[in-house]
């Protein structure tokens, strides 16, 4: 028996450039897969392609055979941290500045050709030349990356919304210079007489450059906001990577030598201090602290660790000093890890292609079409090719897309200025969809449901002769000198209550333990009740039954002991958002059913779901168990929302079939998000849910009337009947229409009465 193995493959990583629709990633797709061995996914919405190639092929081969296609590719530069950067937006973008350029200059330009055109008594005497001039720059510079993608496409057999915009913007330029030169539009004095009348015409007194200049203008301008979004979007793994630590403090023979944290090799020793991050994963040699992993697991409570223990790296010493060595390096590490992961479920997403493209793959070939059978059928009529001409020509400008270039880009804008304004960021067209699909929706704990900070929560005296209030207040004065995120909570509830807490003498930190100080002549002793036997306090039954029922409620419980006696105890806890369950109610009355995923244990977790009103529970995962969940909900054939704010959410959230980042949260979950909610609050989700929706079905109305108004003005352009005010006038109605219909999303308010959403249109960043 022969046993066959599997031939051994590389991964090839491509950064794919001059894409402008999905249907050019699915384009490059199906020339690389065309190689003997090649396996390739395109991501529109990344700009890369992953390749699956035989062990040893070239990657000069695939970028060659992207290049064959008239895109360009080249294999991504190391990834490199820049702290000066803003988040999210790296370096400068030539494509971006470029379409930036274009867009002001055709406004410039393209304005006045508009007014001019459309207004009789702005019609100066040799005002059409005046127009020719402006309009000239617009269609042949502004418009250039429409030209050429159409002759892209137009090599490959295919037509998208760039060759309707390149064929019409074209042919109302090229019909104008003939009107102008050869035709009675150029004379002296010449107007468009607005009417309302519709004549035959042979089209020689007709110019459109305001078409010409004006589609130009407001495709550009959707291009444009669509391209800044999805470079923004792009940016997790810079997030990813900001997070680690920038140098590292490694002990040398010679001592301590602060070095770039790329100097650090596998098992050198280094020094990690209280507040600093932890440069690299490794194992604790010296040393005892409390270590803030949150951003990294989810734990909202600090892990206590000691020698043997192993650390992540990112993660934050909230303790004592540490010395840790180093086991896993550079990509190995779980902070990196986790960037692949993020990158992953990003390329593995749908790629979603737009309505207007959908629509325009069968609309653009179908109007050429027309438009030829319209010259046939004239001159099989016997009609000179002048009328002929004009009645095809009429047909490709009544037909350019003035409106449907408004359709998209003027909804988006409206709806995600207006959710900016209820603390809601859209980042793009492709996310609209997702909502009217989703009905599951995943709610990360800490962080999301839960504030993510240590509060106290429960103050309570065994001792008679002691009050709570001063229980607490000889307890918060010794954990104030104290940076743990425990005694940070428990200080900061005694400064609510009491304002100046009194000063502690001989204070020390016991790393693990607790903390001990000298109070008002007491030595208070604040912590586990191992610290507490040290100094020979005793706790009975009562106190320590006390503090196990405390942490089975999902709290911390630490005791309190002076003067040879246990006095009391004092619990924290992560709190839940007094928000959230209302957030939830509406989640259900949006028909999605919400599941909540955390990294922290079964009974915290479900504590936390039964306040809130969720049924379903997933706990105790690791963040790529997070993405596996995800992974699992989608096979289900459920479509996924994620709601979360850590690093520990990021792929999670990229994942999902639709992410939204608290804003509250890290730069990396926002990145790769889908929705970020600025204002923190769970119940933004619930109307970013709704606002993008409705936004979808404004964009949809818009594209059908858009359309509507195509195909009720074609049949009259085919029959000469084209009044050039008249078009003017209706392509005019049609652009104002959609505006109008996308102007109602201002209207857009909060479900929530009474919140702040609601009561103000201020933005809430």
């Not at 490059?28 to 065309?34: A, D, F, G, P, T």
């Not at 009544?398 to 359709?407: D, K, N, R, Y």
């Not at 607490?472 to 807490?501: K, N, Q, T, W």
């Not at 085919?718 to 201002?746: D, E, K, T, Y």
């Amino acid at each position: 028996m022969t046993t066959l193995h599997p031939a051994p493959t590389d991964r090839v990583e491509l950064e794919i450039g001059g894409m402008t629709c999905a249907s050019c990633a699915n384009r490059i797709e199906r020339k690389l897969n065309k190689l003997e061995g090649v396996t390739a996914s395109v991501n529109y919405a990344t700009e890369k392609a992953h390749v699956e190639v035989p062990a040893g092929t070239d990657p000069a081969t695939l970028i060659a055979e992207v290049e064959k296609t008239g895109y360009t590719a080249a294999l991504p530069a190391p990834p490199e941290p820049d702290p000066a950067a803003p988040s999210g937006e790296g370096r400068d973008d030539p494509e971006l500045r470029s379409l930036r350029q274009r867009l002001i200059g055709s406004v410039i330009l393209g304005v006045p050709v508009i007014l001019i055109s459309m207004i009789p008594a702005l019609q100066f005497t040799y005002w059409q030349w005046a127009a020719l001039a402006l309009a000239g720059p617009v269609v042949v510079w502004a418009a250039w990356p429409f030209h050429r993608a159409a002759g892209l496409n137009l090599r490959h057999g295919a037509a998208t919304m760039d060759t309707l915009i390149s064929v019409g913007v074209s042919a109302a330029f090229l019909w104008s210079l003939w009107a102008l030169f050869f035709g009675t539009a150029g004379e002296p004095g010449m107007i468009h007489p607005f009417t309302l009348a519709i004549a035959p015409s042979d089209g020689s007194a007709n110019i459109y450059l305001e078409v010409a200049a004006g589609v130009t203008m407001f495709v550009l301008a959707g291009r444009y906001f669509e391209k800044r979004a999805k470079r923004r979007a792009g940016a997790a793994m810079r997030a990813l990577l900001d997070m680690g630590a920038k140098d590292v403090a490694v002990r040398r023979s010679a001592g301590e030598v602060r070095v770039p944290i790329g100097d650090l090799r596998v098992g050198d020793d280094f020094v990690v201090r209280p507040g600093e991050k932890i440069a690299t994963d490794g194992v604790i040699v010296e040393g005892r602290s409390a270590v803030d992993a949150s951003m990294l697991t989810g734990e909202s409570v600090p892990v206590e660790v000691t020698v043997g223990d192993t650390v992540v790296g990112a993660t934050v010493n909230a303790g004592g000093r540490l010395v840790v060595r180093a086991t896993r390096i550079g990509a190995d590490t779980q902070l990196a890890q986790m960037a692949r992961l993020v990158e992953e479920a990003q390329s593995g997403k749908a790629e979603v292609q737009r309505l207007a493209d959908r629509i325009s793959g069968v609309f653009v070939p179908v109007v050429i079409a027309i438009a030829v059978g319209v010259l046939g059928a004239w001159l099989g009529a016997g009609f000179g090719p002048e009328a002929a001409f004009t009645a095809a020509v009429a047909v490709l400008i009544i037909a350019c897309p003035c409106a449907l270039g408004l359709a998209t880009p003027t909804a988006l804008l409206v709806g995600t200025g207006r959710g900016a304004q209820l603390g809601i960021l859209i980042k793009g067209p492709e996310v609209l969809e997702q909502t009217r699909r989703v009905d599951t929706i995943v709610l990360d704990k800490t962080g999301t449901v839960t504030s993510g900070r240590m509060t106290l929560t429960g103050v309570v005296a065994y001792d008679p002769a002691v009050s709570e209030g001063e229980l607490l207040r000889l307890a918060g004065a010794v954990e104030d000198a104290s940076e743990h995120p425990i005694a940070r909570a428990i200080a900061s509830g005694a400064r609510e209550r009491f304002g100046d807490l009194p000063v502690v003498e001989s204070f020390q930190n016991l790393e693990g333990r607790g903390v001990q100080g000298v109070v008002d002549g007491h030595l208070v002793v604040v912590g586990r009740a191992s610290l507490l036997a040290e100094w020979a306090v005793p706790v009975d039954e009562t106190l320590a039954a006390a503090v196990r029922e405390a942490e089975g409620g999902g709290a911390t419980a630490v005791i309190v002991g002076w003067d040879g006696a246990a006095r009391g105890i004092l619990t924290v806890s992560d709190q839940v958002k007094p928000t959230s369950a209302e957030a939830v109610a509406a989640f259900r009355r949006l028909g999605l059913t919400p599941v909540l995923l955390t990294g922290d244990n079964e009974t915290v977790a479900r504590r936390v779901a039964a306040e809130v009103g969720i049924d379903e529970v997933i706990a105790e995962v690791l963040p790529a168990e997070k993405v596996e969940v995800v992974k699992r909900l989608q096979d289900e054939g459920r479509v996924v929302a994620m709601v979360g704010d850590g690093v520990n959410d990021a792929a999670a959230l990229a994942q999902a079939d639709l992410g939204l980042a608290m804003g509250t949260g890290t730069d990396v979950a926002i990145e790769a998000s889908d929705l970020t909610l600025v204002s923190g609050g769970l119940r933004a989700a619930a109307d970013a849910i709704r606002l993008s929706r409705r936004t979808l079905g404004v964009i949809k109305g818009n594209l059908f009337w858009a359309f509507a108004y195509n195909v009720a003005a074609i049949p009259l352009a085919a029959l000469g009947l084209l009044n050039p005010m008249l078009a003017g006038a209706a392509m005019a109605f049609s652009s104002v229409f959609v505006v109008s219909n996308s102007l109602r999303l201002r209207g857009f308010r909060s479900a929530f009465r009474g919140s702040r959403h609601q009561q103000s249109g201020k933005d809430l960043s």
